[in-house]
């Protein structure tokens, strides 16, 4: 299984659709998937619209594409990152592409990428077409990332205060916004139904992995949450807990059932003492009474039996004794 280290990826960046002061946090994002082997920014770089690239560019070791833009209303740089994408294709060693647009025109482009087993990473804006979204083994929206820096920043200039650190407070939605996610609700809903054991829980992670394959867009973080069973808990409609060994499992909160008798329902899940089967109330007492009649009625039965051969024995010799010779 290739990790984030080992695993190489093409980094393709659409200059027209994307602005410069996303690359380091959107670099940053990348680095969890893998090792940006090539790094490529595709615009015409002479136009007035992309002189603010020139700093991110040096900054973090992009290659400029220049693409001069042969007629009016003909985006050639479309073109231009199409093509290189499949040269890389097929003459890079490379496990998966980056692809930084919000354009529908590369949602070919994804799925060929994917045909040809490569992971595709889509990075683009809210407005992106869900075409290209569903197109893409995961996409991240550059909102996402935005909020990050800014939080970020904002803890370094104060210091690194708590409030500071705090990862998009404004942002997070409360419980009644995430219910009325009909959306979200149900995939959480499938994950867990589809990987849950007998008594209903389910592993974390596999309800993720799941979710994550229904919804490539599917991130915490567009709620305002920075893990996935923190989202989980705020909606109140799962129960979740800690088990030993096992990780976090969760499952749907049995209907009628309150906050607070989840918690203990969840807490009295994980833990299974060993318990031994008690003797029956009074056995102890009626055995050890037994034990000590019995020797008693015994001993009784054994002095009843000695008085009564007494007599018989003594008449007995005294009949011998006159029976003797003469």
């Known amino acids: 299984m290739a990790t984030p280290d080992s695993t190489r990826l093409a980094v393709l960046i659409d200059g027209d659709n994307t602005t410069p002061t996303i690359i ?28 603010g690239w020139k700093e991110a560019i040096n ?26 994408a499949m040269d890389l294709l097929y003459t890079g060693n490379l496990d998966g592409f980056c692809l930084v647009s919000s354009d ?23 407005k992106t077409p869900k075409s290209l979204v569903a197109a893409c083994d995961k996409f991240v929206y550059l909102d996402v990332l935005r909020r990050a820096e800014k939080s970020e920043q904002s803890g370094e200039e104060t ?31 499938e994950g867990i139904d589809a990987s849950s054991d007998d008594e209903g829980w ?3 992670g596999g309800v993720g992995t799941y979710v994550a394959k229904q919804a490539s867009d599917f991130d915490p973080r567009n709620w305002g ?16 807990k800690r088990a030993s060994g ?30 031994k089967t008690a003797a029956p109330e009074g056995a102890s007492t009626r055995s050890s009474k037994k034990a000590t009649e019995k020797p008693t009625q015994e001993g009784t039965e054994k002095s009843t039996e000695t008085a009564a051969e007494k007599p018989a024995k003594r008449a007995s010799k005294r009949a011998t004794r006159g029976s003797g010779p003469a």
């Open 24 to 51: 380091e946090a959107l670099l940053a994002e990348i680095a969890k998937y893998g090792s940006a082997t090539v790094k490529r920014a595709y615009g015409d770089w002479t136009t007035p619209n992309l002189r």
């Open 59 to 84: 900054a973090h070791a992009i290659q400029p594409m220049q693409q001069f833009a042969y007629t009016t209303g003909k985006n050639a740089t479309d073109s231009a990152l199409i093509i290189d």
């Open 104 to 126: 529908s025109d590369f949602t070919k482009l994804a799925s060929r990428l994917r045909e040809s087993g490569k992971t595709v990473y889509g990075f683009g804006e809210p």
């Open 159 to 189: 210091g690194g205060a708590e409030e500071a650190r705090a990862p998009r407070a404004p942002s997070r939605r409360t419980t009644a916004q995430l219910r009325s996610d009909a959306t979200l609700v149900r995939l959480l809903r």
């Open 202 to 204: 389910a592993h974390l």
């Open 225 to 240: 949450y920075a893990k996935l069973v923190d989202l989980v808990a705020a909606i109140e409609l799962f129960d979740v």
């Open 246 to 275: 096992q990780g976090v499992q969760v499952r749907e909160r049995p209907k009628g059932q309150t906050k607070g008798a989840a918690k203990a329902a969840a807490a009295s899940s994980a833990e299974k003492p060993a318990t």
